[in-house]
């Protein structure tokens, strides 16, 4: 089945130690999003890249970063996590603008 | 500014009875689309539902429907016969045609009592 993959599901680091979490995909879609989600509040919109051309919301810490080495894979890179960032980090895909297809997550504790 | 409102932090039903979770949203754009996504506790996103707005037809699937209403910018999702499994949140969300972001409501609990 096309899916959206997400690794680690669970990850736990040490503040100010980098971690970088990964997204691939097999939908061939051409859009691949980042989202932050605390608690049971609505997912946070990070980043997104439409091919490769990458696009960053505007209140998106500079600590966090992001590559797209093909159209399958995607990384979030946390350059140096703090307390707050522990959260879920969610990764969608999408063909266009159409409708976004999530991963089950990963899930960031900080120490 | 575009927003989405979800009026009910959190909703009982019984089992196989039916329930209807609101939400409304601002918007001055004529084409955008409308969802609804359910999370459950493994924090999943699954879509549950899409609705165009330049159609009239309201949206269903299986046991979930909306009772869209665009002139007063209201998009209710309704679940018959709810089941145990629909136990989530469920977030309304907004798209415009020419953006890709999602704008969420704040999501509504939805507990399903046995």
């Known amino acids: 089945d096309a899916m959206v993959i997400q690794n680690p599901r669970y990850q736990v680091t040490q503040f100010g130690k980098p971690v970088t979490l990964s997204c691939s995909q097999t939908?061939?879609?051409?859009?691949m999003y980042w989202y932050q989600q605390k608690s049971s509040q609505a997912p946070k919109l990070l980043f997104h890249y439409y091919d490769k051309d990458f696009n960053n919301e505007a209140d998106t810490p500079d600590n966090f970063q992001s590559r797209r080495p093909n159209t399958s894979f995607c990384f979030l890179d946390i350059r140096s996590p703090g307390l707050g960032d522990a959260a879920m980090y969610l990764c969608?895909?999408?063909?266009?603008?159409?409708?976004?297809?999530f991963g089950p997550g990963t899930r960031l504790l900080v120490l | 500014a575009q927003t989405v409102t979800q009026s009910q932090p959190e909703m009982s039903v019984q089992e196989a009875e039916t329930v209807t979770l609101s939400c409304t949203y601002d918007t001055s754009e004529s084409d955008y689309y409308l969802f609804w996504y359910k999370q459950p506790p493994s924090r999943q996103m699954i879509l549950v539902i899409r609705q165009e707005a330049y159609k009239q037809q309201n949206a269903t699937e299986n046991r979930f429907s909306v009772n869209f209403q665009k002139a007063a910018k209201s998009f209710s999702l309704k679940i018959s016969d709810s089941q145990l499994g629909d136990a989530a949140m469920y977030f309304c969300a907004y798209r415009w045609d020419s953006n890709y972001q999602l704008i969420w409501g704040a999501g509504t609990k939805l507990i399903i009592k046995p």
């Open positions: 969608a895909t999408s063909r266009r603008r159409e409708t976004q297809y």
């Open positions: 939908l061939n879609h051409n859009v």
